[in-house]
């Protein structure tokens, strides 16, 4: 407890989530003491915590002035550093840090990451060789694993994971890195030992089960994959007890969410109620809806923190599997077997840019099949889509057996286009009518593959509402993670080559190269569940790499 009662007062204050006031007393408080160092720190860390970043770093620099090897404060530092991206500024702080206080390993820790994120491998291994690690704490080892690790030089986070593992083999996290570690450098039979025997002390163990399925899918062994996705989905997404509902009203990112998936969530519940499928509490739940949705008004697309009052009514069913459709493969395969696949081939493979578009793609058992999964099961998690859409992702339990069928199918009828290449990822879009779609960006897989399923008469506009895709290329130097977070880029990217429009249909598979940018076109679509445009999206084969394990 801090010995000044102003002070502590004013830290009581901010730890009670009032931060912007506690900032505005110690800044009257600084005003007659503009030296105090502690109140410097004091500012700078407030300043931080409530997104001021050019008042943090002033106060917090006023502090490594005086005080270089200020642990607390460099840390916080590097954290502001790190979120502006500035990695040279952070190898220049940790530079100063270190050259004060070469002892300290925590600074030379922080110093060695600075070096990777700026790209110096061979500095930061230099560093690295200076420590003195014969009998050192396992936690420098552990430190120096998850470094390495973020920096994707998993050779290296490998073997200290192991160092470290050898004096401390109960820590659940540091082995669950460790084999995700093994899995990106191919080492899967190894990994899966680790996953399994996690599993074996902690069924629920919602990372291993994610983890385990990418590296099952890796093997091309998707039926096994799908259980792991499916049983990590039900450790995380189950419907909660009243206790536990309780409990995650207590933290703010349990009560996040935004509009259009509340929008969602209420129409789903009606729907479900509508065909007879029995959801426990579903009036209630839609009543509470109702209300929520009426008292939040028009929120745009922006992510919203509910009350816990708020959350309360409808926190059983917000983010959560209610239901999910029984969706088996289907005798006869799924896709349509009137097509030419052959001349499908041909067309991708000999006609530049790699785009074909394909009507009547499925068996109309399956697209009946899989619109009904779509509309009925409640695995829309991926809630914080801005413009308006969810998400729904195979690593997150969105997949059944028949869309494994249709994958295989592809495989087979597409021997030179999909045939050589696994499923890398899959997923599906709902999309409010009242918004829009997805911008530009490109996918870190061989070929895409995209279909739409609801019918044409939702469609207000047939000629548009599908998919543009550009004709050229991107840059094979591109990393899609980064451009795919600055659309901008993308956007200029696509209005600076020749481009394709392909209209919404139902039933419409457009499968192309996924080094094309592509983004989804203007659409108007009825309102209601049974109108939201859909899409499912298979990727097949990887650009540089697929999903990485989670670490």
Same mark, same amino acid.
């Not at 599993?199 to 259980?227: F, I, S, Y």
């Not at 929008?263 to 929520?292: K, P």
């Not at 005798?331 to 790699?354: H, I, K, S, T």
């Given at each position: 407890?801090?010995?000044?009662?102003?002070?502590?007062? &004013?830290?009581?204050?901010?730890?009670?989530?009032?931060?912007?006031?506690?900032?505005?007393?110690?800044?009257?408080?600084?005003?007659?003491?503009?030296?105090?160092?502690?109140?410097?720190?004091?500012? /700078?860390?407030?300043?931080?915590?409530? $997104?001021?970043?050019?008042?943090?770093?002033?106060?917090?620099? *006023?502090?490594?002035?005086?005080?270089?090897?200020?642990?607390?404060?460099?840390?916080?530092?590097?954290?502001?550093?790190?979120?502006? /991206?500035?990695?040279?500024?952070?190898?220049?702080?940790?530079?100063?840090?270190?050259?004060? *206080?070469?002892?300290?390993?925590?600074?030379?820790?922080? +110093?060695?990451?600075?070096?990777?994120?700026?790209?110096?491998?061979?500095?930061?291994?230099?560093?690295?060789?200076?420590?003195?690690?014969? /009998?050192?704490?396992?936690?420098?080892?552990?430190?120096?694993?998850?470094?390495?690790?973020?920096?994707?030089?998993?050779?290296?986070?490998?073997?200290? +994971?192991?160092?470290?593992?050898?004096?401390?083999?109960?820590?659940?996290?540091?082995?669950?890195? +460790?084999?995700?570690?093994?899995?990106?450098?191919?080492?899967?039979?190894?990994?899966?030992?680790?996953?399994?025997?996690?599993?074996?002390?902690?069924?629920?163990?919602?990372?291993?089960?994610?983890?385990?399925?990418?590296?099952?899918?890796?093997?091309?062994?998707?039926?096994?994959?799908?259980?792991?996705?499916?049983?990590?989905?039900?450790?995380?997404?189950?419907?909660?007890?009243?206790?536990?509902?309780?409990?995650?009203?207590?933290?703010?990112?349990?009560?996040?969410?935004?509009?259009?998936? =509340?929008?969602?969530?209420?129409?789903? =519940?009606?729907?479900?109620?509508?065909? $007879?499928?029995?959801?426990?509490?579903?009036?209630?739940?839609?009543?509470?809806?109702?209300?929520?949705?009426?008292?939040?008004?028009?929120?745009?697309?922006?992510?919203?923190?509910?009350?816990?009052?708020?959350?309360?009514?409808?926190?059983?069913?917000?983010?959560?599997?209610?239901?999910?459709?029984?969706?088996?493969? =289907?005798? #006869?395969?799924?896709?349509?077997?009137?097509?030419?696949?052959?001349?499908?081939?041909?067309?991708?493979?000999? $006609?530049?840019?790699?785009?074909?578009?394909?009507?009547?793609?499925?068996?109309?058992?399956?697209?009946?099949?899989?619109?009904?999964?779509?509309?009925?099961?409640?695995?829309?998690?991926?809630?914080?889509?801005?413009?308006?859409?969810?998400?729904? +992702?195979?690593?997150? /339990?969105?997949?059944?057996?028949?869309?494994?069928?249709?994958?295989?199918?592809?495989?087979?009828? =597409?021997?030179?286009?999909?045939?050589?290449?696994?499923?890398?990822?899959?997923?599906?879009?709902?999309?409010?009518?009242?918004?829009?779609?997805?911008?530009?960006?490109?996918?870190?897989?061989?070929?895409?593959?995209?279909?739409?399923?609801?019918?044409?008469?939702?469609?207000?506009?047939?000629?548009? #509402?599908?998919?543009?895709?550009?004709?050229?290329?991107?840059?094979?130097?591109?990393?899609?993670?980064?451009?795919?977070?600055?659309?901008?880029?993308?956007?200029?990217?696509?209005?600076?080559?020749?481009?394709?429009?392909?209209?919404?249909?139902?039933?419409? !598979? &457009? !499968?192309?190269?996924?080094?094309? &940018?592509?983004?989804?076109?203007?659409?108007?679509?009825?309102?209601?569940?049974?109108?939201?445009?859909?899409? &499912?999206? !298979?990727?097949?084969?990887?650009?540089?790499?697929?999903?990485?394990?989670?670490?």
């Amino acid at each position: 407890m801090h010995t000044n009662p102003f002070i502590r007062e &004013v830290l009581e204050l901010a730890a009670s989530g009032r931060k912007r006031q506690a900032l505005d007393r110690l800044k009257r408080l600084q005003s007659d003491a503009p030296d105090d160092l502690e109140l410097h720190l004091l500012v /700078g860390g407030l300043s931080a915590e409530v $997104g001021d970043t050019d008042t943090a770093r002033s106060h917090l620099a *006023a502090v490594l002035a005086r005080q270089p090897t200020h642990f607390g404060a460099a840390s916080t530092m590097d954290g502001l550093l790190r979120r502006a /991206g500035t990695a040279t500024n952070r190898v220049t702080l940790w530079r100063r840090f270190v050259a004060a *206080a070469p002892g300290d390993l925590r600074g030379r820790i922080h +110093y060695i990451d600075a070096l990777l994120a700026a790209g110096d491998v061979a500095a930061a291994d230099e560093q690295r060789g200076q420590l003195p690690l014969d /009998g050192a704490d396992p936690a420098v080892h552990l430190a120096l694993a998850q470094t390495y690790h973020q920096a994707g030089i998993e050779r290296v986070a490998t073997n200290h +994971y192991r160092q470290y593992l050898a004096q401390a083999p109960e820590d659940r996290d540091a082995r669950r890195n +460790y084999a995700a570690a093994l899995q990106m450098l191919g080492e899967l039979d190894q990994a899966a030992q680790i996953y399994e025997a996690l599993l074996a002390d902690e069924p629920g163990d919602h990372q291993a089960l994610v983890n385990l399925g990418t590296l099952r899918k890796e093997q091309d062994r998707l039926d096994a994959a799908l259980e792991l996705y499916r049983r990590a989905m039900l450790s995380r997404r189950r419907r909660p007890a009243p206790a536990e509902i309780a409990a995650a009203g207590a933290h703010p990112g349990a009560r996040t969410t935004t509009l259009h998936s =509340l929008r969602l969530e209420r129409e789903q =519940l009606a729907h479900l109620a509508d065909a $007879g499928v029995a959801v426990e509490g579903g009036a209630r739940l839609v009543a509470a809806y109702d209300a929520l949705i009426d008292e939040l008004g028009d929120a745009g697309g922006r992510r919203i923190t509910l009350t816990p009052a708020q959350f309360a009514p409808i926190g059983e069913a917000m983010q959560r599997l209610l239901y999910v459709e029984e969706t088996p493969a =289907l005798e #006869g395969g799924a896709l349509n077997p009137a097509l030419d696949y052959a001349a499908l081939e041909a067309e991708f493979l000999n $006609g530049p840019p790699g785009l074909v578009v394909v009507d009547d793609f499925l068996r109309p058992e399956a697209l009946l099949a899989l619109r009904r999964y779509c509309q009925r099961s409640t695995v829309w998690f991926g809630y914080g889509k801005v413009l308006g859409y969810c998400g729904a +992702y195979m690593q997150d /339990g969105f997949g059944n057996p028949l869309l494994l069928q249709l994958a295989a199918d592809l495989r087979q009828r =597409l021997p030179r286009v999909v045939g050589p290449h696994r499923l890398n990822q899959m997923w599906g879009y709902i999309y409010d009518s009242q918004m829009s779609g997805i911008t530009a960006h490109a996918d870190p897989a061989a070929v895409n593959v995209n279909f739409w399923i609801v019918p044409d008469e939702a469609n207000l506009d047939p000629a548009r #509402g599908g998919l543009v895709v550009s004709t050229r290329e991107a840059p094979a130097e591109w990393d899609f993670q980064d451009y795919n977070n600055r659309p901008g880029v993308l956007e200029a990217f696509m209005n600076e080559s020749e481009q394709v429009r392909v209209p919404y249909r139902c039933n419409r !598979m &457009v !499968m192309f190269n996924s080094n094309l &940018v592509h983004k989804t076109d203007a659409f108007r679509f009825r309102p209601g569940l049974t109108n939201r445009r859909i899409n &499912v999206t !298979m990727l097949f084969g990887d650009r540089r790499g697929g999903d990485a394990p989670a670490p």
